[in-house]
């Protein structure tokens, strides 16, 4: 028989033997009802003792408990969540920067373009440039 078919096979024996009459007069007798009741409280003391001395052993012996493992790493995942948004806001600002270094950049060109063209205009208005003396800049001495 194979593991899972033997557990089927045993809880269904067990399963039909506690629902024959002598087993349900056994169960509702209340003797029977507090030493069950006994046992299974014996059982959670008992764990709950063991796990009281593992733990001060093991703090005793500086190692790590089952408490502290769950706390890091719950601290982990804390930190992992942290570090998701921060990239995320990293590559946002990056977004921003690039964005506004070509607003820039275009903002540059325009007042350049802008301060040429005025320039231009200048000397269109103003005629050829004059030196010291009046005379044109260029012109034969």
């Given at each position: ?23 349900m007069k ?57 570090l ?7 590559e ?30 200048a ?19």
């Amino acid at each position: 028989m194979k593991h899972d078919s033997w557990k089927d096979f045993a809880a269904r024996k067990v399963g039909s033997a506690l629902a024959s009459d002598a087993a349900m007069k056994v169960l509702n007798d209340p003797r029977v009802q507090t030493a069950m009741l006994r046992a299974l409280n014996a059982r959670g003391e008992l764990r709950g003792a063991v796990e009281r001395r593992v733990s001060s052993l093991a703090t005793a012996l500086d190692l790590a408990t089952h408490d502290d493992v769950a706390g890091l790493r719950r601290t982990i995942r804390n930190l992992e969540d942290t570090l998701e948004e921060l990239r995320g806001e990293l590559e946002e600002a990056q977004d921003s920067a690039a964005r506004a270094q070509a607003t820039a950049q275009a903002t540059a060109a325009t007042v350049a373009a802008s301060s040429e063209a005025a320039a231009t205009a200048a000397t269109e208005q103003l005629g050829p440039s004059k030196g010291r003396r009046g005379r044109k800049v260029g012109a034969a001495e």
